[in-house]
């Protein structure tokens, strides 16, 4: 009997210890709760003051927003007034501004697939770079010659006659894209022609529709400031890197590349690209609406049908043929 009693008593000790010393840890895990509740307390706090000041700040920027707006209204209305013409006329001219550079696009994509289905027509690639500029807002340093000493090919004399002007819609535009197409004849000293050079670089064209450089390198492409305005180039050569990043630039309405391995036409604009042409299929691959580029609007029918394509292919086989034979 004592001894059963003496068990019991030590059972009791052992549990007694053990409340003890679950009472400590308890007491232990209390404390750390109460530390790290004082800890989120002051997070609440510092996030609540965070929340007050982006409150704050979007109240100033909506102020200093709606502020700029109404100057920049002010200040545009002031200078539409100075030209003598109300808002109206002037947003009437901008559309036509647009209108006109959307022409000029219009035009020089259909005479890029106009040199683009002679090639394959006469079996030989020719490339070209072109660019539509605004000239009066041309920043210093964006466009160099190409060569170092190069000769400006558009001061020939003859380009001074009012009928000679290399105008987009003038019989002599076939003659400087032809002449930016071909290659330059390498001469020694004795005048006989060692080889043959690229006439490397972009052919300029204002917004009057007429080219005034020849051989530009685009140097504007080569900072960061246009990095981020440009998606990545899918397909092409330097040349169509160099097109892509040009037409990022401010003055650039549009870059247009026709690829000397290939013949492909590709237009780009704003950094982007709008629309391209292969004259050896005659197929078009054109932007799709949901990238967010509206690509333009212009005639489908091509500078030369399908059937009489073929037909000429057809006939430069037949006579391949025959010669092999």
Do not use: W
């Not at 007034?81 to 009437?92: C, P, R």
């Amino acid at each position: 009997m004592k001894i059963l009693r003496h068990r019991t008593y030590r059972k009791l000790l052992d549990e007694r210890n053990q409340a003890r010393h679950r009472e400590a840890e308890l007491e232990s895990r209390i404390q750390e709760l109460e530390a790290t509740s004082q800890q989120l307390q002051e997070q609440l706090a510092e996030l609540e003051q965070a929340r007050s000041e982006v409150r704050r700040l979007r109240e100033e920027n909506r102020k200093l927003t709606k502020h700029i707006e109404s100057t920049l209204d002010q200040e545009i209305n002031k200078a539409i007034t100075q030209t003598g013409l109300s808002k109206e006329g002037f947003q009437k001219l901008v559309r036509d501004r647009q209108e006109l550079i959307e022409l000029y696009i219009e035009k020089l994509y259909s005479l890029a697939r106009e040199m683009a289905i002679e090639n394959r027509q006469i079996r030989h690639n020719r490339g070209l770079f072109l660019l539509l500029v605004d000239k009066k807002n041309m920043q210093d340093g964006n466009f160099s010659p190409f060569h170092e000493g190069q000769q400006e090919y558009l001061d020939n004399k003859e380009f001074e006659k009012i009928e000679n002007i290399p105008q987009l819609f003038s019989t002599k535009i076939q003659d400087v894209l032809a002449y930016m197409a071909e290659k330059t004849e390498v001469v020694d000293e004795q005048g006989r022609v060692t080889g043959h050079r690229e006439r490397d670089g972009a052919l300029l064209i204002d917004l009057k529709g007429v080219v005034f450089r020849s051989c530009q390198m685009v140097e504007g492409v080569r900072t960061h400031k246009v990095y981020d305005r440009v998606e990545r180039l899918r397909k092409g050569s330097a040349r169509h890197n160099a097109a892509i990043y040009a037409s990022s630039l401010d003055e650039v309405m549009a870059a247009l590349v026709i690829s000397e391995e290939t013949s492909e036409v590709t237009l780009f604009r704003d950094g982007k690209f709008v629309q391209s042409y292969d004259p050896y299929t005659d197929a078009e691959e054109i932007r799709k609406e949901e990238q967010k580029v509206v690509p333009i609007q212009r005639s489908e029918e091509p500078a030369i049908s399908p059937a009489k394509a073929k037909s000429i292919e057809a006939n430069i086989d037949s006579e391949q043929t025959g010669s092999d034979s």
